[in-house]
């Protein structure tokens, strides 16, 4: 079955910054690839993805990902980070046709 | 659209007794998701459902859980009954013609203390 590494839990950085949230997975097939982020007191909301198709995947909030699927990692990255960006930021893999599994998470603080 | 809808929003509640989180899914959405969210086990999944039956609850802790979809527009998770290590946040998310490759939209989520 596929797992999914967050390699760090907390990424504090200073705003207008760049910043790059590590993540890896591990899948004996093909997969989809998802980052999501949570708000305070919100559900998770969809950033990006990769199905198939080009490795880098642009998303919402100028955030972008790119799939190494030699190193079987999906970073994202964001040249620029905002206060607002501070959330919890989630990376999921799924096998096709199989459940959807969830990185333990990494809390971004973007200080001013 | 509202999005998806969760009610109620925070329950505390006694050991033992019966606990009940309800969903309203995005009209037209065919997969719905739930999951439970918890510092030391982070986001599990739990059961989802495709057009209303349930198709894997392997996440499903024990038999003290139980979830239903009467219809489209409507899930419920059980929980009875229940005890204090079931405190966690409970998302419910749905989706549209797809299983895994597809968005799934999240609800605000249901805060669940039991003392």
């Known amino acids: 079955a596929q797992s999914v590494t967050q390699l760090d839990s907390q990424v504090p950085v200073f705003e207008e910054a760049p910043v790059e949230l590590r993540c890896n997975y591990s899948?004996?097939?093909?997969?989809?690839l998802f980052w999501y982020v949570q708000y305070p007191n919100q559900g998770l909301q969809l950033l990006l993805k990769y199905l198939s198709g080009s490795t880098l995947v642009k998303g919402i909030n100028g955030f972008e990902a790119e799939f190494n699927k030699s190193q079987t990692s999906f970073h994202l990255r964001k040249p620029s980070v905002h206060i607002s960006d501070t959330a919890e930021y989630f990376c999921a893999v799924s096998e096709r046709n199989n459940d959807m599994r969830f990185g333990a998470g990494t809390r971004l603080t973007v200080k001013p | 659209d509202a999005g998806v809808i969760q009610s109620p929003r925070h329950e505390v509640t006694e050991m033992g007794q019966e606990v009940t989180l309800r969903c309203k899914p995005i009209?037209?959405?065919?997969?719905l998701f739930w999951y439970r969210q918890t510092m030391m086990r982070g986001l599990e999944l739990l059961i989802y459902f495709n057009n209303n039956v349930p198709i894997d609850d392997s996440g499903m802790p024990e038999d003290r859980f139980s979830a239903k979809m009467p219809n489209a527009s409507f899930s419920t998770l059980k929980i009875q009954p229940s005890e204090p290590r079931d405190s966690a946040v409970y998302f419910c998310a749905s989706s549209f013609r797809g299983t895994f490759g597809e968005t799934q939209y999240f609800g605000p989520g249901t805060r669940l203390l039991v003392l």
């Open positions: 899948s004996s097939v093909s997969v989809y």
């Open positions: 009209s037209g959405h065919d997969y």
